[in-house]
C-alpha cells in the first residue's frame, strides 16, 4: 500500500549552490550522499514528514543530466513511501502501469526503489520506495 509522500527529487545543475539557496529559504540540510547506480549526488531536506531530495548529475550518462539537457533543472519525480516496493511494482504492472523498473534496486538512504514510467503516469515520473531498516 502507498503510505504516503516519502520526497520530492529536484533536478539541479550545481548541488552546493542549491544547498545554499535551500539553506538562505530555512530548509536544514540534514545529509548529502552519493548514488553510483544513478550516477547523482544528493541533498535532503525535511519537510514535515518529507523530504526534499537535491539531485545534481555525477556524469553526463546520468539521467538527472538528461533531463536537465532536455528540460532544465525543476521537479523530476514524486516519491511514494511504501512497505513493499516489489509488491507495489508488481500491483502497478497488473493495473497497466509500465515500469522502469520491474525489480526494486537500491536508492540513497537505504531505501528499495523502484520507477513508473512517466508515459503511463500522466507525464510524473513516480518512485516507489520503501526503508530497508523498517
Ligand atoms: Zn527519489
Known amino acids: 500500500m502507498l503510505q504516503k509522500i516519502d520526497h520530492i527529487g ?15 529559504m530555512g530548509f536544514k540540510l540534514v545529509g548529502t550522499e552519493e548514488v553510483a547506480d544513478q550516477m547523482v549526488k544528493v541533498a535532503f531536506f525535511p519537510i514535515g514528514e518529507a523530504r526534499l531530495e537535491l539531485l545534481e548529475p555525477t556524469s ?14 525543476g521537479i523530476h519525480h514524486i516519491a511514494f513511501r511504501t512497505d513493499d516496493t516489489a509488491a507495489e511494482l508488481n500491483k502497478m504492472q ?41
Open 10 to 24: 529536484i533536478a539541479v545543475q550545481d548541488l552546493q549552490e542549491a544547498i545554499q539557496l535551500y539553506e538562505k
Open 94 to 134: 497488473e493495473t497497466g502501469i509500465r515500469l522502469i523498473d520491474k525489480k526494486p534496486r537500491s536508492g540513497a538512504h537505504n531505501t528499495k526503489i523502484g520507477f513508473l514510467h512517466p508515459k503511463s503516469t500522466l507525464g510524473v515520473l513516480m518512485e516507489i520506495c520503501e526503508l530497508s531498516e523498517k
Open 60 to 73: 553526463e550518462a546520468s539521467p538527472i543530466a538528461k533531463f536537465i539537457a532536455k528540460k532544465g533543472a
